[in-house]
């Protein structure tokens, strides 16, 4: 099983020489206490947690999974007790405000410790990681008596959150939703229907589980024009806070997956519960797209974490294991065979996890910073600047959850190939880590629909393409001084100069095209999505090789051999995956008729 150690010299090369996050606090409302050395702490400590708690729960979580009965959900051996130690370490309320017993530092701090959980056990950090969307959808559309009553428990960890959409007639296309929500004359509602794929929507950690459920009212209009949202705690909560009675909400079933085993996802019945109107009536959805994106954004790093452990697992497997000698010669003299990592191809399946990682790792500390900004405008009652920087966060946030995961994937099978037959034995983890890598590219929208949103709704129906030329414009802005430099960081500049204009002609040809043929949008909206995924994390790529390359110039031992790797994987991100987007670019230009002019029929081989 790979030992989790937390990347702490990568995020700290990040934090503060590549993204500024000093600088960035310093003009953060809420970022008076999130000193360099705060920020440290955070990172120190949430290290220890996840590497001494947390990553060794990973594997025996797998293979115990969770038990089902009678309604009631049994986490794994170990589970609890690392949830009370994370709920005592005032973890979950990192980014909340001190109001509700938070400590009201900056959403991205709450990313950083997110990332390293996740890497070490993303079963685990499910249970809690459901709970912030809930949270900061409470805290945006609740009434000032619902954050009261909610806000604090879910804060401390003390009660967790759900969110509610899926039900076993749609997924994506919430438009179907059935579950009905009775108006009472008190004022509450009576929630009737059947949710699916609930993440935590039943354990045994916590005292509570708040629930944040799409319904529909009687009166309500068809489609996603009708859709109301509600909280359905699991137990009634009194005007003082102590718990009341249990709801009408129970765990019908567990789902036996593929993957991520020691999370439950839960079948949910909602059987007349009472449950309590947030945001507007028929306003549901808007509302939940604040939780939606949260979640999605989490999701994204998932692909992150499990690039990062599948390339913990595969190195020290590449430097032990011998195999045959280099093809470039004896390296190893002492011994009758050389390492796996002298070998070409399994340095390339390295390299690519770990330029993955590191890639990821850039873009998603990027849009972190957009997030803290976001909830700046919050704070302030800035709603002009919150719909700026939510309508920026949206552009990046299909790339990120399309994108990251599916690569994600990819390093997790990659980390199989390194190990051999020996990367299919349970015991080594490597497959683990295959399976719970899977569901990313599928839930909170699959990548086909994360393509659709990218391509059809951010580019061509909301900005028409502006949100594209925005980015590409910072991409030449940051290429363009660096075009007559020599060596790696020019020729980098120049090639990633070259994809931001190919990216905005591209643009305009689909642009063009699908307003003739409206088919165009789905048949190249993957490869779309892909095809920027490659060259917005070729831009993150330059930007850390940049600032390496200057560090590098400046001299001094201390941390040369960092910067060096990094200026090298960036090299090989530049040649050996960016190049990839041609093949995605050929093919969203090729003709629908490909994929369109077989008759249904023909499908089948009856």
């Known amino acids: 099983m790979p030992q989790y150690k937390a990347p702490l010299r990568d995020v700290r090369f990040q934090l503060n020489e590549v993204f500024d996050y000093a600088g960035h606090y310093a003009k953060q409302p809420n970022a008076e206490d999130a000193s360099p050395d705060m920020v440290e702490a955070i990172l120190e400590g949430c290290a220890t947690f996840c590497e001494e708690m947390l990553a060794p729960l990973n594997l025996s979580g797998d293979q115990e999974g969770c038990t089902f009965k009678d309604g009631e959900v049994t986490t794994p051996k170990g589970f609890k007790e690392a949830y009370k130690e994370y709920v005592a370490g005032g973890w979950q309320g990192i980014s909340h405000p001190k109001a509700y017993g938070g400590q009201e530092l900056p959403m991205s701090l709450n990313l950083l410790k997110s990332e390293m959980m996740g890497t070490a056990n993303w079963s685990f950090t499910m249970y809690p990681g459901l709970s912030l969307g809930c949270m900061n959808t409470v805290f945006q559309f609740g009434s000032e008596a619902q954050k009261n009553l909610y806000m604090p428990p879910l804060v401390s960890g003390e009660w967790t959150g759900t969110m509610c959409l899926t039900e076993p007639q749609c997924g994506t296309d919430l438009g179907q939703i059935k579950t009905k929500a009775e108006p009472q004359p008190d004022g509450t509602y009576k929630l009737t229907g059947t949710k699916i794929f609930i993440s935590a929507g039943e354990h045994d950690l916590a005292d509570n589980i708040v629930h944040i459920v799409l319904a529909r009212l009687p009166d309500a209009p068809k489609g996603t024009r009708g859709i109301s949202l509600f909280i359905v705690p699991k137990f009634l909560v009194n005007a003082d806070g102590s718990l009341g ?33 947030i945001a507007e009536p028929n306003k549901g959805l808007e509302a939940m797209f604040t939780f939606m994106n949260t979640a999605r954004i989490g999701t994204a790093v998932q692909g992150l974490a499990h690039a990062e452990l599948s390339y913990q697992g595969s190195l020290p497997y590449a430097l032990e294991r011998r195999s045959m000698r280099a093809l470039s010669g004896k390296k190893d003299a002492d011994h009758p065979n050389d390492a796996l990592i002298w070998h070409a191809d399994v340095r390339r399946m390295l390299l690519t996890q770990r330029a993955v990682a590191e890639g990821a790792r850039a873009m998603i500390y990027h849009s972190a910073k957009i997030a803290d900004n976001m909830v700046a405008c919050v704070s302030k009652g ?21 994108f990251i995961t599916e690569m994600g994937l990819e390093c997790a099978n990659l980390g199989m190939q390194v190990f ?42 909301q900005t028409r393409g502006k949100c594209i030329k925005t980015f590409t414009n910072d991409m030449i802005a940051q290429a363009k001084p660096h075009l007559l430099d020599g060596g790696p960081i020019g020729k980098m500049a120049r090639t990633a100069y070259k994809r931001a204009w190919q990216w905005k002609m591209l643009t305009l040809r689909i642009m063009l095209r699908a307003a003739k043929d409206r088919d165009v949008v789905s048949a190249a909206c993957y490869d779309y999505l892909m095809y920027s995924g ?4 070729g831009h993150f790529w330059l930007k850390q090789a940049i600032v390496a390359n200057e560090k590098l ?54």
């Open 245 to 277: 009675e249990r709801n009408a909400v129970k765990a019908g079933a567990i789902e036996h997956k593929m993957g991520i085993r020691a999370s439950a996802t839960c079948v949910m019945n909602f059987d007349g519960a009472t449950g309590f109107m």
């Open 382 to 402: 800035d709603k002009a600047g919150y719909e700026a920087f939510d309508n920026e966060l949206g552009f990046y946030t299909p790339i990120l959850k399309g």
């Open 420 to 461: 051999g037959g020996h990367g299919y034995i349970k015991e080594h983890g490597m497959e683990q880590i295959a399976r719970d890598a899977r569901i990313s590219t599928l839930y909170e929208g699959t990548t086909g629909i994360q393509a659709l949103d990218l391509l059809g709704r951010k580019v061509l129906l």
């Open 534 to 537: 490659f060259v917005m994390m």
């Open 553 to 606: 110039a400046k001299g001094g031992k201390d941390s040369a051999e960092f910067y060096k790797a990094k200026l090298q994987t960036a090299e090989f991100y530049f040649e050996r995956l960016l190049p990839r987007a041609d093949g995605h670019k050929k093919s969203m230009l090729a003709p629908t008729s490909a994929i369109m002019q077989m008759d249904n029929a023909h499908f089948s081989f009856n």
